[in-house]
């Protein structure tokens, strides 16, 4: 598989040359489940070097199962965070339609002749392979062959039930950026550049920051009106349109309570913290200002 990238902390590397305990998975967001899981990995490899076989294509997207493929992390972000929560060497695998037609053994068997494999943690749900040749059952008689070990980690709750991206993806959905936060492990965030907008908001009282989220593969929260934080400083950001001017193309505008400086040019990150109200039309100007001075004291809590 020659699209097959291999990383440890300081960039690409050609190969692995020691053993390695290995996960599987497309760890899309990196969330408390996958670093629990990570956890896992290194307190049972026993000596084994902890490496993250990750999928760069979503399967589900791939094999025409979904029709986006938005992420709940950009490339960067993602390989980050698989070092933060403990990885030393992550392998970054495209779901190519090469790759989906592989059997669970043949994927295993891969890992352990190219990865140095000698110890295997599936997630608590985790299942890979081709379905037409199923043979991920046989998991078991491959690693007696091999002599590799295979186990099954845990599952991992928060409100009694486990913690999966797509569970995250509904909180998105839903502006729930609250609950987003407590499976994530931090704050949703967006990142991108500070533009030029309409220079609306300045003309209120309110002057904006207009990002630019033109190269994020993130998908995007509920449109609306939240509480946000970048760096040091909260703010109140409208994501969605501008009804009451007569804009309907999605925007990311903020506005920093209390800032000064011009952040025009700079790339800047976006954590959400609380959703405030729906997006609405207003009558006048005046009446948005109002409502403006609102929003901002209730981010301010935030």
């Given at each position: 598989m020659e699209q097959v990238k291999i990383y440890d902390k300081e960039g690409p590397i050609d190969s692995i040359k020691e053993a390695t305990g290995v996960t599987?998975?497309?760890f899309d967001g990196v969330h408390r489940g996958h670093r629990e899981l990570l956890a896992e990995l290194k307190?049972?490899?026993?000596?084994?070097?902890?490496?993250?076989?990750?999928?760069?294509?979503?399967?589900?997207?791939?094999l025409g199962r979904r029709?986006?493929?938005?992420?709940?992390?950009d490339p960067e972000e993602h390989l980050r965070m698989l070092f933060e929560a403990g990885a030393k060497y992550v392998v970054e695998m495209p779901f190519t339609q090469e790759v989906a037609g592989m059997t669970a053994c043949e994927l295993t068997r891969w890992m352990y002749e190219k990865l140095q494999m000698r110890y295997l943690l599936l997630g608590y749900d985790s299942r890979f392979g081709s379905k037409e040749k199923d043979d991920f059952g046989q998991l078991p008689q491959l690693a007696a062959e091999l002599g590799f070990t295979l186990e099954r980690g845990l599952p991992y709750t928060v409100t009694g039930e486990p913690i999966s991206s797509s569970r995250i993806r509904r909180t998105l959905e839903d502006?729930?950026?609250e609950e987003t936060a407590a499976l994530l492990g931090r704050p949703f965030c967006l990142t991108g550049t500070v533009t030029h907008g309409r220079g609306v908001g300045r003309t209120l009282g309110f002057p904006t920051a207009n990002?630019?989220?033109?190269k994020t593969r993130k998908m995007l929260p509920k449109e609306g009106v939240y509480a946000v934080r970048i760096g040091d400083c909260k703010g109140m950001a409208n994501l969605g349109d501008a009804p009451t001017f007569g804009m309907d193309k999605p925007l990311l505008e903020v506005h920093l309570i209390?800032?000064?400086?011009?952040?025009?040019?700079?790339?800047?990150?976006?954590?959400?913290?609380?959703?405030?109200?729906d997006i609405r039309r207003f009558g006048s100007a005046g009446e948005?200002?109002?409502?403006?001075?609102?929003d901002i004291e209730e981010a301010r809590q935030w």
């Amino acid at each position: 598989m020659e699209q097959v990238k291999i990383y440890d902390k300081e960039g690409p590397i050609d190969s692995i040359k020691e053993a390695t305990g290995v996960t599987v998975g497309v760890f899309d967001g990196v969330h408390r489940g996958h670093r629990e899981l990570l956890a896992e990995l290194k307190t049972k490899c026993d000596g084994c070097a902890p490496l993250v076989v990750s999928l760069t294509r979503h399967p589900s997207f791939v094999l025409g199962r979904r029709a986006s493929e938005y992420w709940l992390d950009d490339p960067e972000e993602h390989l980050r965070m698989l070092f933060e929560a403990g990885a030393k060497y992550v392998v970054e695998m495209p779901f190519t339609q090469e790759v989906a037609g592989m059997t669970a053994c043949e994927l295993t068997r891969w890992m352990y002749e190219k990865l140095q494999m000698r110890y295997l943690l599936l997630g608590y749900d985790s299942r890979f392979g081709s379905k037409e040749k199923d043979d991920f059952g046989q998991l078991p008689q491959l690693a007696a062959e091999l002599g590799f070990t295979l186990e099954r980690g845990l599952p991992y709750t928060v409100t009694g039930e486990p913690i999966s991206s797509s569970r995250i993806r509904r909180t998105l959905e839903d502006g729930a950026v609250e609950e987003t936060a407590a499976l994530l492990g931090r704050p949703f965030c967006l990142t991108g550049t500070v533009t030029h907008g309409r220079g609306v908001g300045r003309t209120l009282g309110f002057p904006t920051a207009n990002i630019d989220l033109a190269k994020t593969r993130k998908m995007l929260p509920k449109e609306g009106v939240y509480a946000v934080r970048i760096g040091d400083c909260k703010g109140m950001a409208n994501l969605g349109d501008a009804p009451t001017f007569g804009m309907d193309k999605p925007l990311l505008e903020v506005h920093l309570i209390d800032y000064q400086g011009d952040l025009y040019g700079e790339t800047v990150t976006v954590e959400f913290l609380h959703r405030i109200r729906d997006i609405r039309r207003f009558g006048s100007a005046g009446e948005l200002q109002a409502q403006l001075n609102k929003d901002i004291e209730e981010a301010r809590q935030w």
